[in-house]
């Protein structure tokens, strides 16, 4: 009886995965990818950049600043703070900005690169610390995930690290 | 060697070709299906892709119904999937960026494909920390149309079909191995292969507890960033330091030792078998899948033949004596092809061992062939169509 009853349900079971396979490229891939993508999940700051504190705008374009990302306990990372000058076309063929990264009204950082015609084409840059929460950078492009100025699709993006300390807020 | 043997074991007829035709027609059906979208926007080359994945796919399945065996044709499918994915992936790869390095640029605007292989390790850091230690997207973008959320569904749905199977029917890392080890005749290593089996077997576990435990501390993909010998045919890094280079280092040397030599030399699946993490915890999804290849005690005479025809080990002498294959098993279904006696047997869990092995097996690849048609196929038909853009024909 036992051994029928649990053939009865192997069958059944497999009868299910066949359905199941039936049912992966029509409704199944779709709700298990929305399950992920409502999950609340984000992407490591590291990569991403962290989350948006304000957007400056410079009329032509526009300069997004994000809060400073600090490395978890054994993240090999620098601390730094990522900020985005967009869209990248309409940037005049130099830049050069004083950014007020904490929002005490005072400038931070002077950013300046070229832009390159050429999208493709290497892009590096300079910033220059106006006080002792940053470190300056010379000649950079894509060090690091904490030190760069590169391009990103329509995207000029600048990561300038922190000093370690208290002198950070 | 194993598709000899089992050539020796069965009469070359295992079934009428009516009853074959017959059996085949769902899949050929499905396969139609599956790429009916591609013949709707083809260009010429997409159309030949599509039309030539169907009837390979088809013609594969018609020749595991007619002849009863799964492995010999399952590994063409494999091997042509193993081969032809790197073709179509890095073609695109160049096409697009000029390379098949990862500038950094792209790491931070999120235009990584999702691979797969990295699943256990981003799983800690998103449970604790709802944090993907990855440089994609979650959700699908205009440059990144492989974004974890659709990557992560797609292995889930396969998974909940195939188990462990998705090791030798949808993975196209390990047609490269397989290719690799199908090539010699005579087999290497055999004796410290069959000595060390249990030791080497334990390798792939301590490697996926060592980056899913580092890659959480550290909040980096630490086998994507160190240890992917895969990363040597699809993309990697950029080098743009001494770390970046060390790492190119490691890839080309793993690719080359595990995927190239070592297989050649063994007849065996190294990576996948003493190395992947990935496949390790795919084993995992061997408990919850209700098909599994037993061994019969009733007809087995211990000649261990199937233990030598298994790519990456997963029998043991132990494992034959209480009729099971260990929990590594792909279902690649290479020992139930050698055995000369007909006692490697498919299995549907909960059913009597032996009892109708064909039904369980019939059922067990009408799921897991029409899902590597939907998935591997697609692989195929893109690689088709990459291989027809390099001819001189335009």
Redesign the interface.
């Known amino acids: 009886m036992r051994t029928r009853i649990l053939t009865i349900l192997a069958y059944t079971g497999a009868a299910l995965t066949l359905v199941v396979a039936v049912c992966v490229p029509f409704v199944l891939m779709g709700a298990f990818s929305n399950a992920v993508a409502h999950a609340g999940l984000h992407i490591d700051a590291a990569y991403s950049g962290g989350t948006v504190a304000r957007t400056i705008d410079r009329g032509r374009y526009t300069i997004v600043v994000y809060q400073p990302v600090e490395p978890r306990l054994l993240e090999r990372i620098e601390p730094f703070v990522q900020i985005v000058f967009e869209p990248a076309e309409s940037l005049p063929a130099h830049v050069s900005d004083e950014i007020d990264l904490d929002g005490d009204g005072r400038p931070d950082v002077r950013v300046s690169f070229n832009v390159p015609a050429d999208a493709n084409a290497p892009l590096r840059g300079d910033v220059t610390a106006l006080n002792a929460t940053y470190i300056s950078l010379t000649n950079v492009a894509g060090e690091s995930f904490s030190r760069m100025v590169v391009r990103a699709g329509k995207q000029i993006v600048v990561r300038i690290p922190l000093h370690e300390g208290p002198a950070r807020r | 060697m194993a598709s000899r043997s089992s050539a020796l074991a069965r009469p070359p007829a295992f079934r009428g070709v009516g009853r074959s035709i017959l059996l085949t027609l769902p899949m050929a059906l499905w396969s139609l299906l599956?790429f009916t979208p591609s013949f709707q926007h083809a260009s010429g080359d997409h159309y030949i892709g599509a039309a030539a994945v169907i009837l390979f796919m088809t013609g594969l399945f018609f020749l595991m119904m007619r002849t009863g065996e799964t492995y010999r044709w399952r590994r063409i499918f494999f091997v042509a999937l193993g081969f032809l994915f790197p073709v179509g992936f890095i073609a695109a790869l160049v096409a697009e960026r000029?390379t098949m390095s990862i500038?950094?640029?792209?790491?931070?605007?999120?235009?990584t494909p999702f691979c797969f292989m990295v699943t256990p390790s981003i799983i800690l850091?998103?449970a604790f920390a709802?944090?993907?230690?990855?440089?994609?997207?979650?959700?699908p973008t205009a440059?990144n149309p492989h974004s974890?959320?659709?990557m992560?569904?797609?292995w889930?749905?396969?998974t909940?079909?195939m188990g462990k199977a998705w090791c030798s029917y949808a993975c196209f890392f390990g047609g490269i191995e397989e290719g690799f080890a199908a090539l010699p005749k005579r087999r290497r290593l055999h004796r410290f292969i069959t000595r060390f089996g249990a030791q080497l077997r334990l390798i792939p576990w301590a490697i996926l507890v060592f980056v899913v435990l580092v890659s959480a501390?550290?909040?980096?993909p630490v086998y994507c960033m160190w240890l992917c010998p895969f990363k040597a045919v699809t993309e990697f890094p950029?080098v743009?330091?001494v770390e970046t280079a060390i790492q190119m280092v490691v890839f080309i040397a793993l690719f080359v030792g595990l995927v190239v030599v070592l297989p050649y030399l063994t007849k065996k699946r190294t990576q996948c078998g003493f190395f992947c993490p990935f496949g390790a915890f795919q084993s995992l999804f061997n408990k919850i899948n209700?098909?599994e290849i037993r061994i019969n005690r009733e007809k087995c005479v211990d000649c261990g033949l199937c233990q030598t025809s298994c790519p990456t080990v997963a029998l043991s002498k132990d494992s034959i004596r209480e009729g099971k294959t260990l929990l590594n098993c792909m279902k690649c279904g290479a020992c139930v092809d050698a055995c000369k006696k007909d006692a490697a047997v498919w299995h549907?869990?909960?059913?009597?061992v032996a009892a109708k092995p064909e039904r369980?097996r019939l059922?067990f690849l009408?799921?897991?062939w029409?899902?590597a048609t939907?998935f591997g196929g697609s692989v195929l038909a893109n690689g088709v169509h990459t291989l027809i853009g390099f001819l001189p024909l335009k």
Do not use: C, H, Q
């Open positions: 599956m000029g500038p950094i640029s792209r790491m931070v605007s999120g235009d850091p998103a709802r944090t993907v230690i990855f440089p994609g997207s979650i959700l440059s974890i959320a659709i992560i569904g797609l889930f749905a396969l909940l079909v501390a550290i909040f980096e950029a743009r330091n209700l098909f549907l869990k909960g059913t009597p369980a059922l009408y799921g897991t029409a899902l939907m």
